[in-house]
C-alpha cells in the first residue's frame, strides 16, 4: 500500500513488519523519531514487542544483544555520539554472531555541535564487523530493513542500515508499505542457530585462548565473505515477492560512461538529475551509488565501472590525515585491476548541502584535470574564513 | 527460498558448559563491600536513644504497632515525648539538607495514638538479664527521670517501688506542663504502661535524706530522682508579691486557678516554665507580659513556644531586669524594671547583660509570677566518688548503692540538658548501670554502659546493652555527604494543622491536630534511613557479578565472585555498606 511516510517511519515500519520482539533505544537526534514510533507500537499493540528504556546507548546495545543471545529478533536505532558510545558493544554484537539490526542515522560528531548529515560516525565503525548498508529514500530504507533481518540471520552477523540525517530521517516521501503477510513470506519468524536456554545453561562468550581465537576471527571473516554472496540471492527473493531490488552497488548509466560519480547516501539522487543532464548534452557521465559498504562490493565495483576513465568519489566523512573514506576504500579495490584514475572529493559535511551545481563543479574539475591530485579536494570551502 | 536455508555459513563460537563459576574472580579483588549498619544522626542525638531509623521504616510499611514497639524499647513516654519533646533528632537529621527534617517528633505521637488499641505486647522482663531477679529498688521521685528508671529496672526483672511526694504520678509533666501542650489523658496513658510492669508506687509519700539513713537498708539499691521542686525564690523588694508560676501551672490543670479575666499578668524569666505561665495566664482571660533580663535570643524557652506564645499575644519585654515590687493603693502591683544592655557574649553563646543606667521603668500589673528556676527540695548530697556517667550519677559505694538522676544531678554533670526526654534518658541510663553493677560488678559499669552508648554521643540503648542488633551497629554516624543523593526525593515536610493563635488562646486544647494515617506513612516514608539498610535491594540489583545473594531475607556479598568494583556501596542510598580490606 502506497503511504506517504518519513523515512524515520519507514524504518520503524519495517521493523514492525519483521515482528521484532525486543526493541532498545535511547534518545538522540536524528535517530530519535524511529524509536518513538515503535515505542508507540510496543504500547498500542501493533508490535508485539517490548521496549527496554535504557540511560545510554552502551546499555541499549547491551541489552538487544543479551535479548538476541536469548534467541529473538531485535531492533535499535543510533546516531552519531549514541553510535559513538556503543563502540565497545557493536564489537561485542559481531564476534558474539548476533543478527542485530540497527538503524544508523548519520550525523556529525561534536564538537562544534551539529545535528545534520555526515558520514563520518557510521564509517568510524568500519571494523566493527557490522554489515552496513546506506539507503538512498525513504523505499530503500525500508526495503533494505527487512533484507538486513533476512541477511543478518543468515550469516549470524548484526546490520546496520546508514539513512542520511535529516535528508532521508525526516523527509515525507511515498513509500509502498508491504503487507504483514508479504513480508511475514519473506522473512520467516526467526530460527536462531544458538540461543541461552535456561535449561540448557551454557555460557557464551567465554575465554578464547589464541589456540582459538585466530580462528573465531577467521570465522568472522568468512561470514562477510558469505553475507557478500548472500545478499543477491536475499534480493532476489525480495524482488520475487516486492519487485524491487537494490543491489550491492546502483549503476545509474554507466555502460558507457568515460566519467563516473561515487558516493553513497541521499546525494545519489541529487547526481541522477545532472547525470541526465549531462547525458542530454552529449556527455557519457554515470552515477555509482554504494549501498553495500561492509563488506565491501570490490568485485560489483569493478564490474559496473567498465570503460570509465575517471572516477569522482564524493564522501561526506573525512578520514582526518587520510581524506575521504569511500574512495580510498573504492581505490583499494582497483588496486591491480585496470580501472579509472579515482579523483576524491570532500563534500557536504555536518550537513553541508550538495547541491546540482556543487556536484557539477565536482565533474568539471574532474573532466578537466588529466591526472588526480593525491589529497582529497574539498568542495565549496570557505577560503576566506580559513585564511583568517 | 530452499537455496537461502541451505546456506552454509561459518560460525565459530566460545561457549562452555562448565560455566564460569570455576573462575573464582573474587580472588583478584584487594578491597570488598561489606554491610554493616552504621549510627543515624536522630537517633545519636535522642537523649532516649530510639532507634528511629528502624520505626519510621515500621511505620512507613503501615506495620504502627512494631513501631510503637520500637519506640517502647527505649522510651516508655510515646505520647508525652510526641508533645513536648523539643526534639534534637530532627535538628539533626539528614533530610533538613535536602527539604527540611524528618517529622520524627509528629510520627511519635501519631504511633502513640494509633497504635492505643494494638499496642505491643507487654515488655515486662523483656530485657531479663538474670540479675535484676530478687533485687529491691527503691525509686524516690515520680517524674520522668524516676518513672523511666523504675521502667527499665522492671524489664531488667527488678523489683521497684516508686515513691512520690505528689497525689499523683508524672511530676512536671503533670503539674508543670499545659494542657494545650501536653493533654493529662496522653501522660495517663504513658504512666499506666509503666505501672502495668508491676511497679509499686506509692504517691503522697514525701521522702528526704533522712528516708535513706532510715529505709534504706532494706533495699538493694536506691534511685534517688526527685528532680527540682521548689522553685528559686525573687531576691528583690517586694518579692513576696510575686507568685510562683510552677504552683499557678499546677493549680491551672488542676482547674484551681484563680480567673484572671481582664488581669495584667507579669511572667518574670526566660524558660520554657515563663512561656507556659504566660500562655496559661492569657487562656484564663489575662493579658501576659513576659520580663526576661537578656534578650529574645538569649532565652532558654524553646523557641518556637515563645514564638507561639507571641502569636498569641504574649508581650515580652527583652532586657528589662525587675528591680523592685510594690503593692499600690488601687490593689494593682508595680514592677520596676531597670532597662539592661549587651555586655558581651558568655561561652555559652549567650548575650551577658549590664544596666544601661537609665531610670527603672514602673509597669503596673494585677498579678506577678516568677519563673526563674527551681533548685532540689532537699539537699541530696552527691559523694564527690560517685561514678559520673552521661546522664546520672551513680554511689557505687553507697550501702545500698543510688543513683542521682536527672535535674538532680545535672549539677555534677555540667553537660546534662535539663528537658524531658533527657531525664527518661537519665533514667535508662542508671537502670543500665545498676543491672551492670548486680550482674558484672562495680568495676564494670563504666564499660557496660560505654558499651551500650548510641555514636559518640551519650545517650544509651537497651537494646545494645543486652547484646541486641543495635549494638553491633557501627558507632558512625552517617552525614549527608554519605548518602547517595541520586535516590533523594524531594517531598515535603507536614505536621499536623495547628489551631490559629486566636483559637488557641481561647482554651487549653491541643495546638496541633495529629497526623492523618496517611500523611503519617507519607512522613515516615521520607525518613532515608542512615546507615540502616532497609531492605531496598539496590546493592543486589547492581551487583554485575550477580555476587549479591539473598537468603532467607539476608542479603550476603559472595566473596568467591565480588571484584571489589563497590558498585553496590555507591548505590546504596543509606550508607548501609562499607568497602573494606578483605580480612583473610
Known amino acids: ?388 | 527460498m530452499s537455496g537461502l536455508r541451505s546456506a552454509r555459513v561459518s560460525l565459530l563460537l566460545p561457549r562452555s558448559h562448565s560455566l564460569t563459576d570455576a573462575n573464582k574472580t573474587g580472588s583478584w579483588s584487594f578491597i570488598q563491600p561489606r554491610y554493616g549498619d552504621k549510627t543515624a544522626p536522630c537517633g545519636e542525638a535522642c537523649p532516649c536513644a530510639e532507634d528511629i531509623p528502624r520505626l519510621e521504616s515500621l511505620a512507613a510499611r503501615g506495620l504502627y504497632a512494631e513501631a510503637l514497639r520500637a519506640v517502647l524499647e527505649e522510651n516508655p513516654f510515646p505520647a508525652t515525648c510526641g508533645r513536648v519533646c523539643f526534639h534534637p533528632c530532627e535538628a539533626r537529621c539528614n533530610r533538613a539538607e535536602l527539604d527540611g527534617a524528618v517529622a520524627i517528633n509528629a510520627l511519635e505521637r501519631f504511633l502513640s495514638d494509633a497504635a492505643r488499641d494494638a499496642e505491643a505486647p507487654s515488655l515486662a522482663g523483656s530485657g531479663a538479664s538474670g540479675s535484676g531477679a530478687g533485687k529491691r529498688v527503691a525509686v524516690l521521685g515520680g517524674g520522668p527521670a524516676g518513672l523511666s528508671a523504675a521502667y527499665f529496672l522492671a524489664r531488667l526483672g527488678f523489683s521497684c517501688e516508686l515513691l512520690e511526694a505528689a497525689p499523683e504520678l508524672g511530676g512536671l509533666l503533670r503539674y508543670g506542663i499545659p494542657a494545650y501542650r501536653l493533654p493529662p489523658e496522653a501522660l495517663d496513658r504513658d504512666i499506666e504502661r509503666i505501672t502495668r510492669l508491676g511497679i509499686a508506687a506509692r504517691t503522697g509519700a514525701r521522702v528526704d535524706a533522712s528516708f535513706l539513713a532510715r529505709e534504706a537498708a532494706g533495699y538493694d539499691a536506691v534511685v534517688v530522682a526527685c528532680g527540682k521542686s521548689r522553685p528559686e525564690r525573687l531576691a528583690l523588694p517586694g518579692a513576696e508579691l510575686a507568685g510562683d508560676a510552677l504552683a499557678f501551672l499546677a493549680a491551672a490543670r488542676a482547674d484551681s486557678a484563680p480567673s484572671l479575666a481582664g488581669k495584667r499578668v507579669a511572667v518574670i524569666g526566660g524558660g520554657n516554665g515563663a512561656v507556659d505561665a504566660a500562655r496559661t495566664a492569657l487562656r484564663l482571660g489575662a493579658s501576659a507580659t513576659i520580663l526576661y533580663r537578656r534578650r529574645r535570643e538569649d532565652m532558654p524557652a524553646f523557641a518556637d513556644e515563645l514564638r507561639g506564645a507571641l502569636d498569641e499575644g504574649v508581650s515580652l519585654r527583652e532586657l528589662r531586669a525587675p528591680a523592685s515590687l510594690a503593692r499600690r493603693g488601687d490593689g494593682s502591683i508595680l514592677l520596676a524594671a531597670e532597662p539592661m544592655r549587651l555586655a558581651g557574649i558568655g561561652p555559652d553563646g549567650r548575650g551577658r547583660v549590664e544596666r544601661t543606667g537609665s531610670p527603672a521603668e514602673e509597669l503596673a500589673f494585677d498579678a506577678v509570677y516568677a519563673a526563674i528556676g527551681a533548685a532540689p527540695d532537699e539537699a541530696w548530697a552527691i559523694p564527690a566518688s560517685s561514678l559520673k556517667l552521661g546522664r546520672c550519677a551513680i554511689d557505687l559505694a553507697g550501702s545500698p548503692p543510688r543513683a542521682y538522676l536527672g535535674d538532680l544531678a545535672s549539677a555534677s554533670l555540667p553537660a546534662l540538658a535539663e528537658s524531658v526526654a533527657d531525664a527518661i534518658g537519665s533514667g535508662k541510663e542508671a537502670a543500665i548501670a545498676l543491672d551492670a553493677l548486680f550482674s558484672k560488678g562495680p568495676g564494670r559499669v563504666e564499660a557496660e554502659v560505654e558499651r551500650s552508648r548510641v555514636g559518640g554521643g551519650p545517650s544509651v540503648s537497651l537494646g545494645a546493652y543486652l547484646g541486641g542488633e543495635r549494638g553491633r551497629r557501627s558507632r558512625r554516624v552517617v552525614a549527608y555527604a554519605d548518602l547517595n543523593p541520586d535516590y533523594l526525593e524531594r517531598r515535603e515536610r507536614e505536621l499536623g494543622p495547628e489551631l490559629s493563635p486566636a483559637e488557641a488562646a481561647r482554651g487549653f486544647a491541643e495546638l496541633r491536630a495529629p497526623l492523618s494515617p496517611s500523611s503519617a506513612i507519607a512522613q515516615a516514608e521520607r525518613c532515608f534511613s542512615c546507615g540502616l539498610c532497609n531492605d531496598c535491594d539496590n546493592c543486589r540489583t547492581y551487583c554485575p557479578e550477580v555476587a549479591v545473594r539473598l537468603s532467607g531475607g539476608r542479603r550476603a556479598v559472595d566473596t568467591d565472585y565480588c571484584k571489589g568494583c563497590g558498585i553496590c556501596v555507591t548505590e546504596c542510598p543509606r550508607s548501609a555498606m562499607s568497602m573494606e580490606e578483605p580480612v583473610s
Open chain 1, 1 to 388: 500500500m502506497m503511504r506517504v511516510l518519513e523515512g524515520s517511519q519507514a524504518v520503524a515500519e519495517a521493523a514492525r513488519l519483521a515482528r521484532v520482539k525486543v526493541v532498545s533505544a535511547y534518545p538522540i537526534t536524528p535517530q530519535t523519531h524511529i524509536v518513538e514510533e515503535l515505542a508507540k507500537f510496543c504500547s498500542d499493540g501493533s508490535l508485539d514487542g517490548r521496549f527496554i528504556c535504557v540511560e545510554s546507548e552502551h546499555s541499549a546495545m547491551a541489552s538487544v544483544i543479551g535479548a538476541a543471545s536469548g534467541g529473538v529478533r531485535t531492533f535499535t536505532a543510533s546516531s552519531s555520539h549514541g553510535l559513538a558510545l556503543m563502540h565497545e558493544m557493536l564489537h561485542w554484537a559481531s564476534a558474539a554472531r548476533l543478527p542485530i539490526v540497527m538503524a544508523e542515522v548519520n550525523r556529525a560528531l561534536g564538537p562544534g555541535w551539529n545535528l545534520w548529515m555526515d558520514q563520518t560516525d557510521s564509517l568510524a565503525q568500519r571494523d566493527t564487523g557490522w554489515i552496513q548498508l546506506y539507503c538512498e529514500d525513504g523505499q530503500e530504507a525500508l526495503d533494505s530493513t527487512l533484507q538486513a533481518y533476512r541477511l543478518a540471520e543468515l550469516v549470524n552477523l548484526p546490520v546496520m542500515v546508514v539513512l542520511d540525517a535529516f535528508f532521508l530521517s525526516h523527509t515525507y516521501e511515498p513509500v509502498d508499505e508491504p503487507s504483514q503477510e508479504e513480508v511475514d513470506r519473506f522473512l520467516p519468524p526467526f530460527e536462531p542457530k544458538f540461543r541461552l536456554d535456561v535449561a540448557d545453561p551454557y555460557v557464551l562468550g567465554e575465554v578464547a585462548p589464541p589456540y582459538i581465537y585466530m580462528e573465531m576471527r577467521r570465522s568472522i571473516q568468512s561470514a562477510m565473505e558469505s553475507a557478500l554472496c548472500l545478499l543477491p540471492e536475499v534480493e532476489e527473493e525480495f524482488a520475487g515477492i516486492f519487485g524491487r531490488r537494490h543491489g550491492l552497488v546502483d549503476a545509474y548509466r554507466c555502460e558507457d560512461a568515460e566519467i563516473v560519480l561515487a558516493m553513497a547516501g541521499t546525494a545519489a539522487s541529487t547526481a541522477r538529475i545532472l547525470v541526465d543532464e549531462l547525458r542530454a548534452a552529449g556527455r557519457r557521465v554515470g552515477l555509482l551509488r554504494i549501498r553495500l559498504f561492509r563488506p565491501f562490493p570490490a568485485q560489483a565495483i569493478r564490474a559496473a565501472l567498465g570503460p570509465a576513465r575517471k572516477l569522482a568519489v564524493l564522501d561526506r566523512n573525512c578520514s582526518f590525515g587520510a581524506g575521504g573514506i569511500f574512495a580510498q576504500e573504492i581505490r583499494a579495490a582497483l588496486c591491480g585491476h585496470a580501472g579509472p584514475a579515482v579523483y576524491s572529493y570532500v563534500a557536504g559535511l555536518g550537513g553541508r548541502d550538495i547541491t546540482v551545481e556543487s556536484l557539477r563543479g565536482v565533474y568539471e574539475a574532474t573532466r578537466d584535470r588529466p591526472e588526480p591530485p593525491t589529497e582529497s579536494v574539498w568542495v565549496g570551502l570557505r577560503e576566506e574564513i580559513l585564511c583568517e
